[in-house]
């Protein structure tokens, strides 16, 4: 059989997707998990991947426009997903996650969406553009209306909701604000959004810092916020929007954070995660780093081949990281498109629930090695 009698006799079936191989995940506001089911959202291209970690399965939102997903988010009871994309006319999707169908289409961006959150009443969806939009929307999801709208002066890359969901907050380059909803008792319909009202926090010394991911507190630290800067500090602001204290990572280079109630990771250059009390940000462990750059997977993936590293050995930076508190599982995306699951139960034995070591650059070949009626293999070149 050829290849065009291969694929015409494919186009007389349906073909459905089964499994994918890969990630798109470039920052921390694209990589999200819902611990009441072990599922870990993250975009591979136009496709959103729902990876269970207790059952090792995939289950997939596939959207009919096409376009490359840039940041999702579940909803606080995960039922639905928020995703965001990149284009000319960017569109935020809410997504039913047990049907894997969209509910709401909400159209108001330009250029491209850097970040996408639910309120913790799962009443709003707050969106933020690219920085060749700049513009902060909250939309009343359910109804399809946009209720709230602002402007930003920089481009801002990640955002996060407090738990009392009076306010959120949105970091950046020399950018941490508090944004907090105003509503119209004069607009008599209610139809237009009204001025969304943003306060910049008190930064101190750190006011000319890159601020590159932000987390508000759970639990005893509630009314707190946690940020780190690419340089390397993880900051609390209180109440207040004060920078109350700080600790360095002895780092390199910092790129993601995720906090639960008793946790705070922080995903840093050359494979590194920080562990830190939310309570007092006391210094608890590292997590062990994955394997190094250049290892051959051809030899093998068992844990005596991935724990040997050699001498002057390099790693893949932590560009997302995620907590299940729940569950007691950290997820870690890689700058090499590598994907880590930790089980975090016993923080001084923490050992590799499952890992994936994909294609870390762009895939410029398939072949088709044998083709039957149910089932495909493929070689990626």
């Known amino acids: ?163 009392g969901g009076n306010y959120f907050v949105t970091v950046g380059n020399n950018h941490v604000k508090f944004w907090y909803l105003e509503y119209s008792r004069s607009t008599k319909y209610k139809l237009e959004p009204v001025p969304l009202m943003g306060r910049s926090a008190i930064l101190g010394d750190q006011r000319n810092n890159y601020f590159c991911d932000v987390a508000c507190g759970r639990g005893e630290s509630a009314d707190s916020t946690f940020a780190v800067t690419k340089s390397g500090l993880l900051c609390e602001f209180n109440g207040r929007r004060l920078l109350d204290k700080w600790v360095e990572l002895r780092i390199s280079v910092a790129y993601s954070i995720t906090v639960g109630e008793n946790l705070i990771l922080i995903g840093c250059s050359d494979g590194i995660v920080r562990c830190f009390s939310p309570i007092d940000l006391h210094f608890i462990c590292t997590l062990p780093r994955p394997h190094y750059l250049g290892v051959d997977v051809a030899k093998g993936l068992t844990g005596r081949q991935m724990s040997s590293h050699p001498p002057a050995s390099k790693y893949p930076d932590v560009i997302a990281i995620t907590l299940d508190e729940t569950n007691k599982k950290v997820t870690c995306v890689h700058s090499d498109h590598s994907l880590y699951v930790w089980d975090v139960k016993d923080l001084k034995k923490v050992g590799k629930s499952h890992s994936f070591l994909y294609h870390s650059a762009c895939i410029w070949g398939v072949e088709v090695r044998h083709a039957i009626l149910t089932k495909w293999r493929v070689t990626l070149l």
């Open 1 to 163: 059989m050829n290849i065009r009698s291969l694929m015409n006799f494919c186009f007389n079936f349906q073909v459905e997707l089964q499994h994918v191989l890969g990630v798109t995940v470039t920052s921390n506001s694209a990589l999200d998990t819902d611990p009441q089911t072990s599922t870990v959202a993250y975009p591979a291209g136009c496709v959103v991947v729902l990876y269970n970690t207790r059952k090792n399965k995939q289950r997939h939102l596939v959207s009919d426009a096409k376009r490359n997903i840039t940041t999702l988010s579940f909803s606080w009871d995960g039922k639905y997903l928020a995703t965001g994309e990149c284009g000319a006319v960017s569109h935020v999707r809410v997504w039913d996650v047990q049907k894997l169908t969209q509910v709401a289409d909400l159209s108001g961006h330009k250029h491209g969406i850097n970040c996408v959150a639910f309120s913790p009443n799962m009443k709003y969806v707050v969106s933020v553009g690219s920085q060749h939009d700049m513009v902060v929307n909250v939309w009343d999801w359910r109804n399809k209306q946009k209720v709230a709208s602002n402007k930003v002066s920089c481009k801002v890359k990640a955002l996060s909701f407090a738990a």
